[in-house]
């Protein structure tokens, strides 16, 4: 797997889970099957980590366009200030964190 530098790391070994699943389906052994059945948890755990990580960029990207709509409407109504919107929207922009357990973290 090719790392990108923005791209939020996987939390569980994926190649591990697929080898689990492909061992599982070709030997249909009791072992091989539970080895597949016990990834469950840890994948149904990674999607909910970037189910909140796709929200997050979701929310950021829809603050984003209303702070570029808000100062252009305001350049064009000849507030005095109007790139005020877009600083104070980067100034709140947040990263998210590693911790997907805490959902209040990447509004810190």
Do not use: C, K
């Not at 922009?93 to 357990?101: G, I, L, S």
């Amino acid at each position: 797997m090719t790392h990108r530098p923005h791209a939020p790391r996987p939390t569980l070994d994926e190649e591990a889970a697929r080898h689990h699943l492909r061992r599982a389906l070709r030997d249909q052994t009791p072992l091989a099957v539970w080895t597949a059945i016990a990834d469950i948890p840890l994948l149904l755990a990674e999607i909910d980590r970037l189910r909140t990580l796709a929200t997050w960029a979701r929310t950021e990207f829809a603050n984003m366009l209303a702070a570029a709509r808000a100062t252009l409407a305001a350049e064009r109504d000849g507030e005095d200030d109007p790139q005020s919107y877009l600083r104070d929207q980067i100034a709140a922009h947040t990263p998210p964190t590693d911790n997907a357990d805490d959902p209040e973290a990447g509004r810190r």
